[in-house]
């Protein structure tokens, strides 16, 4: 036998353990026992050490050895630093790991973790207000079943070479595009909506309705909780929504019970259909079928039922399935120019041009420019949606800046998982799931403030936004915002953190120099750029609602109070004048066809010396009124008089506004001959410009006509010798004796005006709370770096103590780099701010002019916020005893 055949283990033993044992530990023992074996082998003989191998052999046979690792679903990247054998980033194990770690990093840090926490959930909270408000506006009227097929008439006019889009429509057309267009599915004419009493038993109430046609039930896929399916049929029948129903007859049920509306009609309760959501374009509380209208008022119907040139209505419509926009306005374009034909004013000056305009833009896209669409409030839901972006991104700033501060206190945990084997990818695992958990907690405690604040957001917009809690959608939503905001808060500190060398680490650490801090310092500029831009455009706003309020409104709105007029009132307005001008509650009365600080109605046809044929289109604004009526409104006269009982011809006056004197050139107006609808009509006195629609538009031309049969509301004027409270109460009974059909409502003309500014204040407010809580949270963040940087330069500023620092010498140290990175911001957010303004402010006739005043205030208001957010740190690290800083040196 060959003497080398004994210097190798048995060849046996061998194979035997590479079937049996697992590859990954194949080569460690296969190594370990072959080395053994050579020692025995050169010191007790080799047949001995062959012996002993497979005696090892056996005592190693355990299931141990036996276990296969699984097949890596991926293969692992080799660097100098891994090894192959590691876990994925993404297993089970790993993931529980980086939350553990992350918990404890989270306990470990209190004061940075309840910054990091709380600046996140206020913008979160934020961002879900905002997404909710957003939401509800571009979800408007998505509940009507027919959304995708429903349009409302509208129609393009030339006025005074002006080309003007209105809701307004004549009479006929509903029947003409029901009739003669099969492209239309359903046709529903429908009234402007009006306050009118409805009276069951003794109880009066005051709801706000329609006149609509039968159609619309099922065009506005109404939902019909009880009665007749087509419950518009008959004239004399009256539709409720279901808390209408509950208000009038309670538990009881109210189909078949009858209705008394205005004290002049009884109708019958046909169905109860549910209440319309706040957003839908669609409001009331009660509707009547559109055909009652010629029953109640037939001559007022019989006056406009061929009229094409009153445009006084509104046109819902329908079209058939696969039938286009483009081609329905094609065909439709010119219907009503086609029945001016033989008024060739109308026709070369106005020049009508009808067309059908969807649901989906009826809420977000109203303003229309020259008969094109411009955009409407869908210019403040962008607004607002960057509004959102911007506090998420701050908080999320927050999160980078405070993680990114501390990587010297995180440099030798990183090099040491690097040097024991970790990659990258895990490293960026764990700081990911740290932002994640940190995104968790904030979202469970910005919920709680959404909950806590939505009855008073509710209150702030005038909506009904609730959290749908019970939907899996909601929660789904949830999910998807905490990971995009954990993502976007923790990508910046886990890629920065993750990249740091560990040979450099574990031999002196990381040195945080200037190149280091300068992305943090950019974070901080864009995080109060974004502050500063909201700071400076809630200033503006603010100074735009101002400039409107403060503008001469023509006439005194003080004391004044009006009261939606009805037929008994108008029928007994004299007795009613005389018996409140006794009461001594009263110092003047008189009846207009609109409120004070509304015009309701304007007309053409006007002519005067020096006019053209095609100055008949021009539209005036009118106003129909009785004597008294300048007392009544409290209005200054710019030059002669009011209509007067003492002058009989004054039955055919007219008074003019100072526009409309402009309008038509007229030098020397009073005493002037006006023609209206081939009557002449003398100008008797000139008004100044009241403000009777919008505060931030030009005043529109205006006549006052003297007409007392043209009544919608009556005007009192209260003795100013009395109080308003008083007041109301002694003439209530008054009106109450000559209206018994309607409870007394009234409103005041200084509440209805200021209503005026609604809008603007909303988004004002809304800016406002933005604008703070960006400021809060950019300073929340503030705060924690100034901190962090004090306790860095614990033993600097200690030094400089002892080298003879003051206090002040110590907060200016600190001071000055935040100081800095304000003002840059500044700087870079005025030009933004100004360019987002201007446009803003474009949509404005009477605007202000944005001086550089208010980019002053912004830029002291800044630096005062930041030097008292970072002063209580500083001058804590100022105080603090130097020997307790250098001692450890």
């Known amino acids: 036998m060959n003497q080398k055949q004994f210097v190798h283990p048995p060849r046996w033993a061998t194979r035997l353990l590479d079937v049996l044992c697992a590859p990954h530990l194949r080569e460690e023992i296969q190594g370990d026992m072959d080395e053994l074996f050579h020692k025995r082998g050169q010191r007790s003989g080799y047949a001995k050490a062959r012996l002993l191998y497979v005696l090892d052999l056996l005592l190693l046979l355990h299931p141990r050895l036996w276990r296969r690792e699984p097949t890596p679903t991926f293969r692992p990247r080799h660097t100098k630093y891994s090894d192959v054998s590691r876990s994925s980033f993404l297993h089970p194990t790993m993931i529980r790991s980086y939350l553990i770690i992350a918990f404890r990093n989270l306990i470990k840090n209190k004061s940075y973790s309840a910054i990091n926490i709380g600046g996140l959930a206020v913008g979160m909270a934020v961002a879900m207000l905002i997404g909710l408000w957003i939401n509800d506006e571009v979800s408007a009227n998505k509940h009507y079943k027919n959304y995708g097929t429903l349009y409302q008439v509208k129609m393009n006019q030339t006025s005074d070479g002006r080309r003007d889009t209105q809701d307004g429509i004549p009479y006929p057309l509903g029947d003409e595009l029901k009739t003669k267009y099969p492209d239309f599915k359903a046709v529903a004419m429908c009234d402007w909506g009006a306050n009118n009493s409805l009276v069951v038993g003794d109880q009066k109430f005051l709801k ?521 109460n002694r003439i209530t009974p008054i009106f109450d004796k000559y209206n018994p059909g309607f409870p007394f409502d009234y409103k005041f003309a200084d509440t209805e005006y200021n209503k005026k500014f609604n809008y603007e204040e909303l988004i004002g407010n809304l800016s406002a709370i933005v604008s703070l809580l960006a400021i809060f949270i950019s300073c929340l963040g503030l705060f924690g770096l100034a901190s962090f940087m004090a306790e860095q330069r614990t033993k600097e500023i200690g030094i400089r103590k002892v080298l003879g620092a003051s206090i002040a010498n110590v907060w200016g140290l600190l001071s000055k780099d935040f100081v800095q990175l304000v003002i840059i911001s500044c700087l870079i957010a005025s030009p933004i701010a100004w360019y987002a303004m201007s446009q803003w402010l474009e949509s404005y006739t009477y605007k202000i002019n944005i001086g550089v005043g208010v980019f002053l205030v912004v830029l002291i208001m800044a630096l005062a916020i930041t030097l008292l957010t970072i002063s209580y740190q500083a001058i804590k690290a100022a105080l603090l005893n130097p020997v307790k800083s250098l001692k450890s040196e």
């Open 208 to 728: 706000d309705g329609h006149y609509i046609g039968q159609d619309a039930v099922e065009m506005f896929s109404l939902q019909i909780l009880n009665g007749d399916k087509n419950p518009l049929k008959e004239p004399y029948s009256i539709v409720l929504s279901d808390e209408t129903a509950r208000t009038l007859f309670g538990s009881q049920d109210p189909i078949g019970k009858t209705v008394r509306m205005n004290n002049t009609s009884d109708l019958k309760v046909t169905a109860v259909v549910a209440r319309q959501p706040k957003n839908a374009s669609l409001q009331f509380d009660y509707l009547v079928p559109w055909h009652l209208a010629a029953k109640l008022q037939p001559d007022y119907i019989k006056q406009h039922e061929t009229n094409w040139g009153d445009n006084s209505f509104r046109v819902f419509a329908q079209l058939q399935d696969g039938v286009t926009l483009e081609k329905v306005n094609a065909k439709i374009k010119d219907v009503v120019l086609s029945h001016l034909l033989n008024d060739e004013v109308t026709q070369k000056s106005t020049k009508p041009e009808v067309f059908i305009y969807p649901m989906a833009k009826w809420r977000l896209y109203s303003e229309f420019t020259e008969g094109k669409n411009t955009g409407g409030f869908i210019k403040y839901v962008r607004l607002f949606g960057i509004f959102g972006l911007f506090i998420l991104v701050i908080a999320c700033i927050n999160f980078m800046n405070l993680s990114t501060a501390r990587s010297e206190k995180r440099a030798k945990e990183v090099g040491v998982r690097k040097a024991v084997g970790s990659g990258r990818e895990q490293l960026i695992g764990q700081f990911l799931s740290e932002s994640l958990l940190i995104t968790f907690m904030a979202l469970v405690l910005a919920l709680g403030v959404v909950f806590m604040v939505l009855p008073y957001f509710n209150t702030l917009t005038e909506k009904q936004l609730a959290l749908q809690v019970d939907k899996p959608v909601f929660w789904g939503i949830m999910v998807i915002f905490t990971l995009f905001t954990g993502l976007l808060a923790g990508s910046y500190p886990a890629l920065y953190l993750s990249s740091f060398n560990p040979v450099r680490i574990l031999k002196g650490g990381v040195h945080v120099g200037k190149s280091a801090s300068l992305p943090r310092q950019i974070l901080v500029v864009i995080q109060f750029t974004f502050s500063i831009v909201l700071m400076i455009g809630t200033i503006i706003i603010y100074q735009q609602i101002q400039h409107g309020k403060n503008r001469p409104i023509g006439f005194n709105n003080k004391g004044l109070i009006s009261v939606n007029a009805s037929k008994d009132l108008v029928d007994h307005f004299e007795a009613l004048q005389a018996e409140l001008l006794g009461s001594g509650m009263v110092s003047s009365i008189c009846t207009t066809n609109s409120p004070p600080a509304q015009v309701w109605a304007s007309n053409n046809g006007w002519e005067w010396k020096g006019s053209t044929p095609n100055d008949k289109s021009v539209d005036f604004r009118t106003l129909a009124t009785s004597y008294d009526y300048t007392k009544t409104i409290g209005i200054k006269l710019k030059e002669g008089r009011d209509f007067s009982r003492d002058f009989s011809t004054d039955s055919s006056g007219v008074l003019l506004n100072e526009a409309a004197v402009k309008r038509m050139g007229l030098k020397h107006p009073v005493g002037e001959i006006l023609k209206w609808n081939g009557s002449d009509r003398k100008v008797v006195g000139v008004l100044p410009d009241m403000m009777m629609e919008s505060p931030y538009q030009a005043v529109s031309p205006l006549t006052v006509i003297f007409d007392k049969y043209w009544v919608g509301s009556i005007c009192v004027r209260i003795n100013p010798n009395v109080s308003s409270s008083e007041a109301v």
